[in-house]
């Protein structure tokens, strides 16, 4: 899709639905890996800045260690505060967390974030979390991260996100209640099978139009977008009904 006439379409759609005068339902918005717009993303800083936001919930990304911990951290690599830099899964968590990550949105210091610790924030504020599986991961890693998950929190706030259909499946073998979402961008296969299981889907706001919306809802399914970051994308989204939208900057 061109983006240069993106504006017009959203400009439309935004009109059309005033017109129609719809009632605008209730919509959760997502602090995109934190409140990522002002906050180091991915940091337990990011997370409690979207909770004093009044956020609805939090997006993550999660990676493994060489020793099989859970950090949210969404590159392959962490890039710390003196400039050096190591590949996650080449390194330790006690590695890791030996000193300060590179922090480009404030003085704070801070250090990389464990999957447990971004829970228990999300549970402390009573958040739902999106949490994003980077990569292909093993069933093993995935029925232990959301087995932790299921410890530390409610699995009904929890939605499991994923580029991968694999992950997906894996994990509805293993955790049948849990909220799946397929991550879908322009360039991805059909949608369409996300209804032979009934998955959920999160769409780039490039490609997500209300044709789609009302095929996820006519079956019961959610859908979130991302990533509204201005205004005018924030009240195209809203105007197409979803039930999820994330934000680097917008919280509740």
Not at 125 to 146: Q, Y
Not at 156 to 175: E, G, T, W, Y
Not at 184 to 208: L, N, P, Q, W
């Amino acid at each position: 899709m061109n983006k240069i006439l993106f504006p017009a379409k959203m400009i439309f759609t935004i009109l059309q639905s005033k017109l129609q005068k719809k009632e605008e339902k209730d919509i959760c918005m997502i602090a995109h890996r934190g409140y990522s717009g002002k906050y180091q993303q991915n940091t337990a800083l990011a997370f409690r800045e979207a909770a004093k936001h009044k956020s609805g919930g939090a997006e993550t990304d999660i990676r493994i260690t060489k020793d099989g911990y859970f950090v949210t951290n969404h590159n392959d690599e962490v890039v710390f505060a003196d400039g050096s830099e190591v590949q996650v899964a080449d390194a330790t968590l006690a590695e890791l967390q030996a000193k300060p990550i590179k922090n480009t949105k404030t003085k704070d210091t801070i250090y990389i974030c464990t999957f447990r610790e971004y829970l228990e924030i999300m549970r402390d504020n009573n958040m739902v979390c999106f949490v994003e599986l980077k990569g292909e991961w093993p069933e093993e890693k995935i029925k232990e991260v959301f087995t932790m998950a299921a410890e530390v929190y409610d699995l009904r706030k929890v939605i499991l996100q994923s580029f991968s259909f694999d992950n997906l499946l894996l994990a509805n073998k293993l955790f049948p209640d849990m909220p799946l979402m397929l991550t879908y961008g322009s360039a991805e296969h059909g949608y369409e099978r996300c209804f032979d299981h009934g998955f959920s889907i999160d769409v780039d706001y490039v490609t997500v139009n209300k044709e789609m919306i009302e095929q996820f809802h006519s079956r019961g399914l959610e859908v979130g977008i991302w990533t509204a970051n201005t205004p005018l994308v924030l009240a195209y989204c809203k105007a197409l009904g979803a039930d999820y939208i994330e934000s680097d900057y917008f919280g509740g």
